[in-house]
């Protein structure tokens, strides 16, 4: 099972920051969090992850809380082609990657 | 750019048939994975090789699945007397692991696999 769960569907308008949350209470301290989308029909984008600091890249932004127990996922001006699914997974090492069903954004007109 | 690849990216058989897949993952990435996706869901994990190595094989590979990485480079997946239940989305991933660097998993664009 997926040690994260996240909220199966978001709506976000054209031009807006999408907040995308997820929970990983059970997080260990080795363990990373990683965001990954999926755009239909082909095979999984890596976006960004990190430890316990925020991290930020070309793509979005990630907020870690200081518990570790959640993050939100933040790309701050969401364009037509971010809608996907987007899916969070907490990994030591990047090995074996168990995904949830991940959170269906629509960035609507 | 040469990001992983996947070859067919359909294939449709008939029940009983047997299929290959394969993986081209990116050059010097010294990990690859395999993942089976129905509709609906994320990616499951199947199995994956350090370098010509098979280290963790998924329960949900049956003994009808048989992966190789014989040269540590590309990798094949075959399923044998194929079902209807195979029917899916393939993905392969590859990742270049240092120590025990944090490390991210490139996927590729997948193959759809349909049994009749």
């Known amino acids: 099972d997926a040690k994260t769960t996240q909220p199966p569907s978001m709506d976000c308008a054209e031009g807006r920051a999408a907040n995308l949350p997820c929970n990983h209470s059970t997080i260990s301290g080795n363990e990373y969090v990683y965001w990954y989308r999926q755009i239909h029909s082909q095979g999984p984008q890596y976006i960004i992850h990190?430890?316990?600091n925020n991290e930020t890249n070309e793509m979005a932004s990630l907020i870690i809380t200081e518990d570790r127990k959640s993050s939100t996922l933040i790309l701050p001006h969401a364009t037509l082609r971010d809608t996907a699914v987007y899916y969070c997974?907490?990994?030591?090492?990047?090995?074996?990657?168990?995904f949830g069903p991940g959170t269906r954004l629509s960035v609507l007109p | 750019d040469t990001g992983v690849s996947q070859d067919p990216r359909h294939k449709i058989t008939k029940r009983g048939q047997n299929v290959t897949f394969r993986c081209d993952p990116i050059?010097?990435?010294?990990?690859l994975y395999w993942y089976r996706q129905t509709l609906g869901q994320g990616p499951e994990f199947l199995t994956y090789f350090q370098n010509e190595a098979q280290l963790e094989k998924s329960r949900l590979l049956s003994d009808r699945f048989s992966a190789e990485r014989p040269k540590g480079s590309f990798s094949t997946l075959e399923i044998q007397r194929t079902e209807q239940g195979d029917s899916a989305m393939y993905l392969c991933?590859?990742?270049?692991?240092?120590?025990?660097?944090?490390?991210?998993?490139?996927f590729g664009p997948g193959t759809r696999l349909t049994v009749l």
């Open positions: 991933a590859s990742s270049l692991s240092i120590s025990s660097n944090p490390i991210e998993q490139f």
């Open positions: 050059s010097e990435h010294n990990r």
């Open positions: 997974i907490v990994s030591d090492h990047g090995q074996n990657f168990v």
């Open positions: 990190g430890l316990k």
